[in-house]
Nanobody, 123 residues
Framework: QVQLVESGGGSVQAGGSLRLSCTAS????????MAWFRQSLGKEREGVAL????????YYADSVKGRFTISQDRAKNTMYLQMNSLKPDDTAMYYC????????????????WGQGTQVTVSS
C-alpha cells in the first residue's frame, strides 16, 4: 500500500503558474510510475504528465507540452508538477496517482490515488 498526498493547488489568473506536489508514503514497485491526472466538471479524467521514477523518463499530454513539467525528488518521495502559462481550460481537480510498470498503456493501471487538489484558472 502507498498513501499519496497532494498539495499546491489554488486559484490563479491566466498566464500564471502553480506547482503541485505529491508525497508518497513510500517509493517501491507500486510507485515505479507516478502521474498527474485531472478531471474538470462534465469531462472524463485525463492523464496530464507521467514519470517513471527509476529512470526519470517523462511523458506529457499534448495539451500541456511545453507548459507543464513533471519532476521528482526521490530523497523526499515527492513528485512535482510545475504548471506555467496556465489557461482557463486547465481548471480541474488534479490527482496524483501511482502504479507498477505495465504494458497496458501510458495512462493505464494506476492503482493508487491521492485525494486531489483543485486548480482554478480565471481569464
Amino acid at each position: 500500500q502507498v498513501q499519496l498526498v497532494e498539495s499546491g493547488g489554488g486559484s490563479v489568473q491566466a498566464g500564471g503558474s502553480l506547482r503541485l506536489s505529491c508525497t508518497a508514503s513510500q517509493y517501491s514497485s507500486i510507485t515505479n510510475r507516478m502521474a498527474w491526472f485531472r478531471q474538470s466538471l462534465g469531462k472524463e479524467r485525463e492523464g496530464v504528465a507521467l514519470i517513471y521514477t527509476r529512470g526519470g523518463y517523462t511523458y506529457y499530454a499534448d495539451s500541456v507540452k511545453g507548459r507543464f513539467t513533471i519532476s521528482q525528488d526521490r530523497a523526499k518521495n515527492t513528485m512535482y508538477l510545475q504548471m506555467n502559462s496556465l489557461k482557463p481550460d486547465d481548471t480541474a481537480m488534479y490527482y496524483c496517482a501511482s502504479g507498477r510498470l505495465t504494458d497496458a498503456g501510458a495512462w493505464k493501471d494506476f492503482g493508487y490515488w491521492g485525494q486531489g487538489t483543485q486548480v482554478t484558472v480565471s481569464s
